[in-house]
């Protein structure tokens, strides 16, 4: 008799799983969103277009914030307790969070999108230090290959909707292209012996070497870096002997080390203007052209190239 009522109490547990287990599914099926949580704005961008009304996504780093410099609160902790899935860049851009994407790795997808770039087209830091310059998405030719990353693991994570993934990556990788020939067309309008990027830190080397413009930065590529008396004399002296018509600030770091160049180059003699302000390693306000990728990348694009030419 015991025997019997302990089978049938088994038979209940399984199919009182069962039930529970089918409700999940039809939660997902029926609406369920993913929930997704990157780390800067241009990886947010990608993911929504991507994966739109299947995905909700949080972004950690909002218009104006620093990832060099970026440490992690607890309701960021929290965000990513909760995700079912984590983007963010990888190259130690977001230098302080590595051990936390470490730990999340073993509980749920935590990708770098750009793993699959291939190593020999990432650039070293010209201040000789180790490691990866992270500013890929300056080089929209990396960021498609992100964007094909995050199509990937969107599919392999959620195959029942892989079909939307891949027509949205298609759809958006399309833009992505018309966006490269679009800022090599603008680059090569401006005449070549004025053709120099100055900023305040190393962020724009891939755009550099993929668009043909001289780059030079006061900070190295990490705003962590410091920078002292001989980097700005040393970039006050290319301005004045090359009569550099303007540099330019970003809206993610103070102003008041490229400042120092252009007081510096005035007492030379030679005046510099700001030519305006870029988005480097965050995108601008959200709900503005700005806030997207295509729109941060165009802004850049126009206002280096009215500066310059």
Known sequence: MMKKIAILWFVMVLAIAGCASSEVG?????GEKIQVTTTIGMINDIVKNIGGDHLETIGLMKSGVDPHLYKASQGDIKKLDNADMIFYNGLHLEGKMVDIFEKM???KPTVAVTKNIPEQELLSP???????DPHVWFNVKHWISAAETVEQELSKFDPDHSEDYQQNAEEYIKKLRELDEYVKKQISTIPEPFRVLVTAHDAFGYFGEAYGIKVMGLQGISTASEYGSKDVTELRDFLVGNKIKAVFVESSVPKKAIEAVIEGAKEKGHDVKIGGELFSDAMGEEGTEEGTYLG???HNVDTIVNALK
Do not use: C, F, I, L
């Not at 039809?26 to 029926?30: A, I, K, L, S, V």
């Not at 010209?126 to 990866?132: E, L, M, N, V």
């Open 105 to 107: 790795a073993k509980d």
């Open 26 to 30: 039809n939660e997902r099926e029926h």
């Open 296 to 298: 941060m990348v165009k």
């Open 126 to 132: 010209a201040d000789g230090s180790q490691g990866h």
